[in-house]
């Protein structure tokens, strides 16, 4: 079933739209959550959690790109049960390393100032990964938004896993330069 038809089944508030949703996106949406969560029991309430907050938000809300609009929405879930779990205590999965690589472009803390720029930082950051090169965009988005390793990436692209790192790694100074030229840093 294409996504658009999906879609009206939400709109007319038909449970279908779930069971159509779960059977074409749960694989998909399970491999997001596990890669943040390293448990498949984890992943597959997220994954539920997300397909409820679907239905929930859609309508009013009419996504574009309805495999995004999931794969953010369960993202978004495993994130925070990840950080609840890990409350009090460092995790060692791809998150946190993914997220230590970005730190080193990213200035974090919880400024008040810092947070009222969250959005916009977030929209330059969208901004820049569209101007990207395509190859280069898609390997930023797999490591820091759906948190895939870095072999991951490298064997769907037929590259060693140190080219993946010189891309990532160059890109981040590109991001940082970006931000700092755009006075984010």
């Not at 074409?24 to 448990?39: C, D, F, P, T």
């Not at 950051?125 to 759906?146: K, N, Q, S, T, W």
Request: net charge positive; charged share 30%; aromatic share 8%.
């Amino acid at each position: 079933m294409e996504d658009n038809q999906i879609i009206d089944l939400f709109f007319q508030r038909n449970q279908q739209g779930i069971a159509e949703t779960d059977r074409k996106y749960s694989r998909y949406l399970q491999a997001i959550a596990y890669r943040i969560l390293g448990n498949r029991e984890d992943a597959e309430e997220c994954v539920n959690d997300a397909l409820n907050s679907a239905w929930n938000s859609i309508p009013p809300q009419k996504p574009t790109v309805f495999r995004m609009f999931l794969a953010k929405l369960t993202r978004n879930r495993a994130i925070n049960r990840y950080n609840e779990e890990h409350a009090k205590k460092r995790g060692s999965g791809e998150m946190t390393m993914a997220l230590e690589e970005l730190s080193e472009c990213i200035a974090g803390g919880s400024d008040p100032e810092k947070t009222v720029l969250a959005e916009e930082l977030s929209k330059e950051i969208r901004a820049f990964v569209r101007a990207l090169p395509e190859r280069e965009g898609d390997v930023f988005l797999r490591r820091y938004f759906f948190l895939e390793d870095v072999k991951s990436i490298a064997l769907r692209y037929g590259i060693s896993q140190n080219n993946v790192s010189v891309i990532l790694n160059r890109t981040r100074k590109k991001l940082h330069d970006h931000l700092l030229s755009r006075h984010f840093l």
